[in-house]
């Protein structure tokens, strides 16, 4: 008999850089498909808030054990399956497990926007700490997993939204998904 978890539903990943609209596209996702939406980026927060530390000092400073349990838990996810998962490494981690994996790009100056408006800051302010954070995860992410998830052969579609507003994103992410769901015959 075989001893291996039978997966219970789809597996989506969306991945990116922080900022570029993850939890969002996600949402909008996980709706379509009627999926479970999984935000990693929550629980990494919950995490540097139960530690009294600011998201970017913790995100800078936390400890590589960190890292492996929150993916260690995006990993059982992948592998329950009817889940939509946010999170920077998520396409990497689900590997095989994943029936579609994305990742998401925007210019900088575009997220930074955003993250400003957002987060009620000047834009300068958001490109800083956005550049911080990216810039440690990616070293964090090299030393522990040869890897900073930004290989393009992770993925099954790549999407900019640097000239996309919100719900063209959404709709976009929805299209692309269902149409690599559909070229599998997974819908």
Same mark, same amino acid.
């Given at each position: =008999? ?66 492996? $349990? ?18 920077? =490494? ?17 210019? =900088? ?18 490109? $800083? ?59």
């Amino acid at each position: =008999m075989e001893n291996r978890i039978k997966k219970k539903g789809l597996t989506i990943t969306i991945s990116g850089l922080s900022g570029i609209g993850k939890s969002t596209v996600a949402e909008a996702v996980a709706k379509d498909l009627g999926l479970e939406k999984i935000i990693m980026g929550e629980i990494f927060r919950n995490v540097a808030k139960e530690r009294g530390m600011v998201l970017e000092k913790f995100s800078a400073t936390r400890e590589d054990d960190i890292d492996y $349990q929150i993916e260690k838990k995006s990993l059982e996810l992948s592998m329950r399956g009817g889940v939509v998962i946010d999170a920077r =490494m998520s396409g990497m981690v689900a590997g095989d497990n994943a029936d579609c994996r994305i990742m998401l790009d925007c210019h =900088m100056g575009t997220k930074s926007e955003r993250v400003a408006k957002r987060e009620k800051v000047n834009v300068d302010e958001a490109r $800083q700490k956005l550049a911080a954070r990216d810039t440690s995860d990616s070293a964090k992410y090299m030393k522990l997993y040869g890897t900073d998830g930004s290989d393009p052969s992770f993925y099954d579609a790549i999407i900019d939204t640097t000239n996309m507003d919100i719900e063209t994103s959404k709709k976009e992410t929805v299209k692309i998904v269902r149409q690599v769901l559909k070229d599998k015959r997974l819908i």
